[in-house]
């Protein structure tokens, strides 16, 4: 990251981080820049490759609606955290256009409610989230999960065959893994704490 480091160096020669609060704090930002712009790349690199661009961004528009307000799984390093996010994506997708994945889509959208309306929102320890905001993110997420589950379950109804609907599935279920894997996380760290208290 000395790249971020000579950047922040310049942003302090030019006057704009005046103490050495404000700069952990631009650092943070840019470091979060920087991870959204790698998963981001990474995954529109993979659509490509897959030959299915436009059902990727699909993808990945619906991971991060829901991801906003659920929260989830948080790697340990931005470098883990790119990788592994890219790790993931490209598994579930090969899988599912290489037909090693079959999805059950009503299993789907049960699990979605239940992570939802049981874990979400996984907050990672490293962030202070005040209870208002906590409850602010669970309402918004429960509200998003219900219209989008009646939403899919019409377009079942109606017969509605759109490949495309198939990626805002393996969106659905990436959001799942990743708030049932932050949901593991936060025992494992739990039951860290309180075994050496």
């Known amino acids: 990251m000395r790249c971020l480091e000579k ?7 030019k006057g704009m981080i005046s103490s050495i609060e404000e700069r952990t704090v631009r650092r943070y930002g840019l470091e979060l820049l920087f991870n959204g712009a790698a998963n981001t790349t ?25 991801k906003i307000d659920t929260g989830g799984y948080h790697a340990r390093s931005h470098l883990a955290c790119i990788l592994q996010f890219n790790l993931a994506c490209f598994l579930l997708l090969t899988s599912y ?9 009503l299993g789907i959208l049960i699990l ?64 799942e ?7 593991a996380q936060n025992l494992y760290e739990k039951a860290r704490v309180s075994r050496y208290v």
């Open 42 to 66: 990474g995954l529109l690199i993979q659509g490509f490759l897959l030959g299915r661009p436009l059902h990727v961004i699909i993808f990945y528009c619906t991971y991060l609606f829901f």
């Open 112 to 175: 979605l409610l239940i992570c939802v309306f049981l874990f979400a929102p996984v907050v990672s320890h490293m962030k202070q989230l005040s209870k208002e905001q906590q409850k602010l993110h669970r309402s918004r997420a429960c509200i998003k999960s219900i219209i989008t589950v009646l939403l899919l379950i019409m377009g079942q109804i109606a017969k509605i065959r759109f490949m495309m609907i198939d990626y805002l599935y393996l969106g659905l279920l990436l959001t």
């Open 97 to 105: 256009q290489y037909g090693y994945f079959a999805l059950y889509k």
């Open 7 to 13: 950047i922040l160096d310049l942003m302090e020669t």
């Open 177 to 183: 893994i990743t708030v049932l894997m932050g949901a």
